[in-house]
């Protein structure tokens, strides 16, 4: 399992999005630049409405809980079985950021994706600026495959960064 080969997720676990979740959820951006590098067509502050929206063109909105208590969501932007996954919407609870847990929960995806759906390889974009996510997607094998031009939430431009995760590259 890829996930047990790189976090100590003893004390974490996930579950499916429930819609008592989605106000917690909401809290976790704490300004407009945060929620852009989560979801970029979100407007500040997030609302409920929004995240289940979204949440329902989705596949697997997923929370992670430290202690019962969510502290992680995510999902997959697109599903194609035996081909690839993109995972997209993660955020973090800001007092549990530094602790494992968006590393458990791109995990999560990962195997997800691989077991789950026989992916051969996982997609994931993170924008520059975002130098956390960056180097947290680069830690679990993540590669630079494409860029692509975005405005901002200032309006300025930016990169996204599109990268892959391919099975082989785990085993």
């Not at 003893?10 to 809290?27: A, G, M, N």
């Not at 932007?77 to 996954?85: F, Q």
């Not at 997609?123 to 495959?145: D, E, M």
């Amino acid at each position: 399992m890829f996930l047990s080969r790189f976090c100590n997720a003893v004390s974490l676990t996930h579950r499916p999005l429930q819609k008592k979740d989605l106000k917690h959820i909401c809290t976790f951006p704490l300004s407009a630049g945060e929620l852009f590098y989560m979801f970029p067509k979100a407007r500040y502050p997030l609302t409920s409405e929004q995240l289940l929206d979204v949440a329902r063109s989705r596949r697997d909105p997923s929370v992670v809980l430290v202690n019962g208590v969510v502290a992680g969501y995510g999902n997959f932007i697109e599903v194609h079985e035996s081909d690839y996954c993109s995972i997209g919407n993660l955020v973090v609870k800001p007092l549990e950021r530094g602790k494992g847990v968006a590393s458990y929960l791109v995990n999560t995806f990962v195997d997800m994706a691989f077991q789950r759906y026989a992916a051969n390889y996982v997609r994931i974009s993170c924008f520059n600026q975002n130098t956390a996510g960056l180097l947290l997607y680069y830690k679990l094998g993540f590669k630079p495959v494409d860029m692509e031009v975005r405005n901002g939430p200032d309006g300025k431009r930016v990169l996204l960064i599109h990268m892959h995760l391919y099975h082989d590259a785990i085993h």
